[in-house]
């Protein structure tokens, strides 16, 4: 008997295409949405993703093509015009005014009224009945900067419910979420499809896809690779299409003997942890994880190393001299660089060009009397360009128009550039397709071959296993153990991680 017909999409996109000044971002996509459908959008960085996200969502308008919903031809000049068709972003910047309630939050802007005035009571009656659609017991009067990263991703998704959004749009909603917020965020999805409402999913984490995903349609260099059925949904299709090259040895690991040590840590004290004394050292050429789950100190210990946070008490020695951190400039001068977690907010400047950021840490070495080195400044970001592979028409472009991926080679070749003998990688590949993953991994590696002493804060075991020639792991500020590279399995650092060890193993 011949196949039964599929119902109409709830959307349709036919012939895609969108041009920037020197890039081409899409040529000729289509993609279709069924009710109650999972979908998910997957490609390397520079693929095409966010530019469709933006049309569909109407940020951008599209060159040519059309956008069909529940069969009727749209056009979207604003924001606004998509969500009134029932279309909804989350952006990956989540865009909550925290200084406002729950409630506020989710009506900013369409406010109800009575006599007049904002009536106080129906946003709370509605708010309420949202986040109870949801899953989520809280106050709507509650501050939404006193909520976790998770429940204000849970406020944007009862915000896009309270304008009748029948298609949601979640870009790497599990970026900043930790393990059991994610897993909560995934029953609410799974929640939401079984109420009719579609869902467009995009994220680098591959396993996630998988878990999600009714169907895949992947993109690449713009353009369409393929579609995959539930059936066919497998790490090695999804690598496939995405990247079209072998990726099969993602982490490029060559370990061999640590040089001499290039930083000590003796009873360091961070501010959000000052009751734990935090000793540890990393060799020159050697990589050096650090593990734990969510608020356990580790972002604070590369900061706080960097001089961005002072430290309470403790020493640091870099190559055996005694370091004075009050600064970062005193970290930069005696040879450190953190490459931050949030790198659009922290690690470049989105409205300066490729070359302006490259050398932006550097300008007062290449300096001549004062004044601006233009041929010097040309020839360190040709090089770091060329050595990284950033992919652009030009290093004079905006570095806000580039990838996450090529914008955090940037924010890497600003701090190569300086040739420092300590690398802080806060989450180096967070936000990033699993081909610039590579690249940062062949990077990392070859670094390490050169001398330079690594230490890296990553949420994914996967990669702590794969890179890491020792692993230091957290909880609570406190370093509860340290395991060498035949000594890593997942079970051994979640132990210690969830500080289920013994008492020898724990370092306070």
Known sequence: MP???????????????????????LQNVEMHLQQGEVLSVVGENGAGKSTLMKILAGVQRQDSGSVRVDGKTVSFASVSDAMDAGIALIHQELNLADNLTIGANIF????????????????????????????LSLDPGTLVQDLTTGQQQMVEIA??????????????????????????????????????????YISHRLAEVQELSDRVTVLRDGELAGHLAEDQITHGNLVRLMVGRDVSRVFSRTPFPAGKVAVEVRGLRTSTWPAHELNFAVHSGEIVGIAGLVGAGRTEV????????????????????????????????????????????????????????????????????????FAAERRQSADMCEQL????????????????????KVVLGKWLSMKPHLLLLDEPTRGIDIGAKQEIYQLMDRLAAEGIAILFVSSELEEIMGLSDRVIIMHEGCI?????????????????????????????
Not at 480 to 507: F, Y
């Open 480 to 508: 509860t153990g340290e395991l060498s590279r035949d000594q890593l399995t997942e079970q051994a650092i979640m132990t210690l991680a969830t500080r289920q060890a013994s008492a020898a193993n724990v370092q306070n």
């Open 302 to 373: 590369l900061r706080t190393l960097f001089g961005a946070d002072a430290p309470l008490s403790g020493e640091i020695r870099i190559r055996g001299q005694k370091l004075t951190v009050t600064s970062p400039v005193d970290a930069i001068e005696s040879g450190i660089a953190l490459v931050p977690e949030d790198r659009k907010q922290q690690g470049v400047v989105l409205d300066m060009t490729i070359r302006e950021n490259i050398s932006l840490a550097s300008i007062h070495r290449t300096a001549r009397s004062g004044f601006m080195n």
């Open 3 to 25: 196949a039964a017909p599929q119902s109409q999409p709830r959307l349709q996109v036919e012939g895609i295409s969108k041009s920037f000044p020197g890039v081409r971002a």
């Open 108 to 135: 900013l802007g369409r406010e109800p009224r009575r006599l007049g005035l904002i009536d106080e009571r129906a946003i709370h009656r509605e708010s309420t009945r949202f986040l109870k659609r949801i899953g």
């Open 389 to 408: 592979r950033v992919k652009a028409p030009a290093d004079t472009i905006r570095t806000g128009n580039l990838s996450g991926g090529n914008q955090q």
């Open 159 to 200: 915000k896009a419910l309270s304008i009748d959004a029948r298609v949601l749009i979640m870009d790497e909603p599990t970026s900043s979420l930790s393990a059991a917020e994610s897993e909560r965020l995934f029953d609410v999805i799974r929640d939401l499809r079984s109420q009719g409402v579609s869902i467009v």
